[in-house]
């Protein structure tokens, strides 16, 4: 599979019973497809913390100026769910697979601050996402709604231990 960004192989490993292809080395974005949604939610929230810290080249970050396309279908764009420039932040998912393409390249850069400012950095970031951002998609219509349960959770499962919203 290909990276949807960069164009880069994706890295294909299994990490606490999950299937996840990560752009390692490149921009560090993550693929999680429809199949490994239920055992994410199954899972303690943080567990998935490390795959934060997978190595990414500094400098590496394609915003999107074109569509995206699906890693997995290669030939179905990409459904922006939100994108924040000033965050570092692009979720995406195929309309097709039920795929998600998550870049959460600012939420990595908190995880170097010292660990009291990084505390605060990562709440805030996670409370900006799943409580602003995903809030409002469930507004819209049942549909975004359910998607947007299953952002929480996937957010839930890479977010530090200790540092989850609620």
């Not at 999950?18 to 974005?29: D, H, L, N, P, T």
């Not at 507004?139 to 947007?148: C, E, F, K, T």
Request: hydrophobic share 35%.
């Amino acid at each position: 599979m290909k990276c949807p960004a960069c164009h880069s192989e994706l890295d294909v490993s299994s990490f606490a019973g999950i299937k996840i292809a990560a752009c390692r080395k490149e921009c560090g974005g993550l693929w999680i497809d429809r199949f490994q949604f239920k055992k994410i939610q199954a899972l303690k929230p943080g567990i998935g913390k490390s795959l934060l810290m997978i190595e990414r080249s500094e400098g590496i970050k394609i915003y999107r100026g074109a569509e995206h396309i699906c890693p997995s279908c290669e030939n179905t764009l990409l459904h922006r769910h939100f994108f924040s420039a000033d965050q570092d932040t692009e979720i995406n998912q195929c309309s097709k697979c039920r795929g998600f393409w998550i870049d959460l390249a600012g939420l990595a850069k908190l995880q170097s601050l010292p660990t009291n400012q990084r505390e605060r950095a990562v709440t805030k970031y996670f409370t900006n996402i799943i409580e602003k951002k995903i809030s409002n998609m469930r507004l819209l219509h049942d549909d975004m709604a359910q998607q947007a349960k299953v952002l929480a959770a996937i957010l839930r499962f890479l977010c530090p231990e200790g540092e989850e919203t609620k």
